[in-house]
């Protein structure tokens, strides 16, 4: 069951898509992003590489400065 976070987010990411903000490819990176995250968050370091974990850093400051600088 989602919780109320991730229904958010989900929603979010509807709205932006519909204003056409980003692409449905930018909205799967970020998804990918996330489970990075919540794999972290949750101890479950297997789930992901150390490779994946700059390319996450290095994406996001990316997005950030694209999408919100």
Do not use: C, P
Request: glycine letters at 8%; proline letters at 0%; zero cysteines.
């Amino acid at each position: 069951m989602q919780n109320i976070k991730e229904k958010y987010l989900e929603r979010v990411q509807e709205l932006i898509l519909k204003g056409e903000v980003y692409s449905q490819v930018q909205r799967s990176t970020i998804e990918a992003w996330k489970k990075i995250r919540d794999a972290a968050a949750h101890g479950k370091h297997g789930e992901y590489t150390e490779n994946q974990v700059k390319d996450f850093l290095s994406g996001l400051r990316r997005f950030i400065g694209e999408y919100l600088g």
